[in-house]
């Protein structure tokens, strides 16, 4: 069989997908830690019950995107009222690694093979290698990441390490 699995790139794209997720909650809880605003309250003040956000976050489930603005606005709303902190950045949410995982997400949707992909950005082996505190992380939630994901992740990994071992002196 090939180093490239027939669903690897599927399932790194459904992997890169739960990383983004997590990394949105997370920055998001951070947020509303940041100006001591609870899950509940969270939830309350956007209309919803109160283990809403807490659900989002265990479970990372892929918010609506009205429903983010309407989280994001009520962080807004209850840290302006009850904070010092009324300003709350929306790079806070969306930073620079969020986007570089998302930018490579998209790159396997249009290049379609991992092998491709990694010829073609060498940075990447450092991006994968980066990769792996969101996978760890993400095999620690309950019925998240499959086993086929990790797999998929671990056998990029190898041949990145190999590739950059060869090719960049790692």
């Not at 003040?45 to 659900?55: A, I, M």
């Not at 396997?108 to 505190?133: A, C």
Request: no cysteine; net charge negative; aromatic share 10%.
């Amino acid at each position: 069989m090939s180093n490239n699995e027939p669903n690897d790139t599927e399932l790194l794209q459904s992997l890169l997908n739960k990383i983004i997720l997590y990394r949105i909650t997370r920055n998001m809880d951070k947020v509303i830690k940041d100006r001591n605003i609870t899950h509940a309250e969270l939830s309350g003040n956007t209309g919803r019950s109160g283990n809403w956000f807490n659900k989002i976050f265990n479970g990372l489930e892929d918010m609506r995107l009205s429903t983010f603005i309407k989280a994001y606005v009520a962080v807004l709303k209850i840290s302006g009222n009850e904070s010092k902190h009324n300003d709350v950045e929306i790079t806070s949410v969306f930073d620079e690694e969020l986007f570089r995982i998302t930018s490579v997400s998209l790159d396997l949707s249009i290049i379609d093979n991992i092998d491709d992909l990694l010829s073609s950005d060498k940075d990447l082996y450092d991006f994968f290698f980066g990769l792996k505190v969101y996978v760890e992380a993400l095999k620690g939630l309950r019925d998240v990441v499959t086993p086929n994901e990790t797999d998929a992740y671990y056998r990029v990994l190898e041949r990145v390490s190999h590739d950059g071992r060869n090719n960049n002196g790692f």
